[in-house]
């Protein structure tokens, strides 16, 4: 009796009844055994004038085709195949900054330059501060932009700058990086101008771990007295865990050992 195709490949489309038989119990060897037990029916070629044997024509379930399980993929390819995975998966893409410093005479002209020069470009602002130092102005301009646009306006400020007589100073930037745990505060000064206040105030806060965010100092001449005058504003950070009572107890401490007015308290974001 020939074997057609019909007869093996529903043996081939269900792979996953190997031992599925056994295991419920059936005995069954092979497909076709399996499925004359699951019938109640007797096996075929029994009492039916065929001397062919039962399950000739049907492939034997223990030797079945069967397609791999993941894990046995996984396997296979070893206990290390994990890493290989992860380190095929491209990191992601990191935010890329332009940080743009210029000095030139003519504060509107140079502000008006360099963001008309960004835009063309197709690159953002993010943040801006200019101020002005005597006869120059100084700007500074943190751009974003894709690898390209950035290439693109990095490579024009040079012209520029000569072209409208300022200097320019560019440097490529990351994000920064997020404190969630940090506490801003900000640090008033007052007192009468010494060349050795600012770089008393900021040991200080070096020897603490403290970062500074910004600062701004101004000298000006008292119209009562005739003398010089300082006024210093310090926006800092102040580490995860530090203790604010004994860092504002210290600072206390030390403005008076220089005798200077002095506060220190949290940042507050000014009102519109």
Not at 4 to 33: D, F, H, V, W, Y
Not at 165 to 194: E, H, K, T
Not at 195 to 201: A, G, K, M, S, V
Request: net charge positive.
């Amino acid at each position: 009796m020939g074997v057609t195709s019909a007869t093996i490949l529903p043996a081939i489309m269900q792979p996953l009844l190997l031992e599925k038989e056994s295991r419920n119990g059936t005995g069954a060897t092979c497909l076709a055994q399996a499925k004359d037990k699951a019938a109640g029916e007797r096996p075929f070629g029994v009492g039916r004038g065929f001397s062919t044997p039962p399950c000739a024509p049907s492939i034997p379930l223990g030797g079945a085709f069967r397609y791999p399980s993941g894990f046995a993929r996984y396997r296979a390819r070893g206990p290390n195949a994990h890493r290989f995975r992860k380190a095929a998966c491209p990191p992601p893409v990191r935010e890329q900054f332009l940080v743009i410093s210029a000095l030139g005479p003519n504060a509107m002209e140079l502000t008006n330059v360099l963001c008309r020069a960004s835009h063309e470009n197709r690159c953002a602002v993010v943040s801006t501060r200019l101020s002005r130092h005597g006869e120059f102005s100084a700007l500074v301009l943190q751009v974003s932009g894709n690898w390209d646009a950035l290439a693109r306006l990095e490579s024009s400020l040079p012209a520029l700058a000569k072209k409208h007589a300022f200097s320019v100073n560019v440097i490529r930037s990351g994000a920064a990086n997020n404190r969630p745990q940090a506490l801003p505060y900000v640090a008033y000064v007052s007192s009468v101008y010494r060349p050795d206040i600012l770089n008393e105030l900021c040991q200080f806060f070096i020897d603490h771990h403290v970062e500074l965010e910004n600062l701004t100092c101004d000298t000006y001449q008292a119209p009562q007295t005739g003398g010089t005058m300082l006024n210093a504003t310090l926006t800092v950070t102040l580490p995860a865990g530090t203790q604010i009572s004994w860092l504002r107890d210290q600072f206390l401490d030390f403005a008076d050992a220089l005798n200077l007015d002095a506060l220190i308290e949290p940042w507050r974001p000014q009102n519109p």
